[in-house]
């Protein structure tokens, strides 16, 4: 049973867009098309192979120089500009990042604090609140039954972690024994039919296990903020008496 459930009014995000502060300019984006100021809104520049004159020199002759249409611009002397049909993305030249600079509610954030969980994105649980209910004594009695189920997780844990390290060791002797009859004899996957089961096996199990012990862990998590959370109460109960 989890101490705080996701806000429900904010979806756990712990606030809101501002509505007051988007700019209208740039609807909040931040950025604005502006005519290019390389070509000024035309879509074409000068052709940078033959400078704008249309053609390009193919041989230098004695008397006179020999000339071929450009193949770049086609004899246009332009070409088209690096932009987008003539214009830009800049920054808005209005606003903060898509935000009024002076936002009253917002202070140009463009985020309002969700009121229901102070901006923490958690409200307390349905059985955070029902502790309130309880005596001093049903709480404690509470907190005692998550110690020992911590304690007898931790237990298993810790077998957990003693039988893969058992795996592990079996696993590098197999390793072992098989690179040394891998480089004693060549065709040793061939008589034998391949790797070892063991080979396989083991590396499945240890992943398994660790699986196992990686559920224990949040079992065990869960179970701490829960005896956090009973504590919590206990503290207020006690300094109301």
Known sequence: MAAYAS???????GSFKC????CPRCNATGSVEDSCPKCH??????CETCRGEGRVLTKKGFFSDKY??????KGSRQQDCTCRAGKVVVRCPSCNEGRSPQCPHCGSTGQLKCSTCNGSG???SRWFTSLANMTVEQLKFERNTRNDAIASDRDEIQGIRSEISDMRSQLKELEDYWQEQMEARSYFTKIEGGAPVGLEGIPRAIRRLESDAETINNKIRNAKAEV???DEVIRVKLAGT
């Open 7 to 13: 806000c429900s009014a904010c979806q756990g995000i």
């Open 19 to 22: 509505p007051d502060c988007a």
């Open 41 to 46: 809104g035309a879509a074409k520049v000068t």
């Open 68 to 73: 071929a249409q450009c193949w770049k611009c």
């Open 122 to 124: 958690k409200v307390k």
């Open 228 to 230: 956090a959370a009973i």
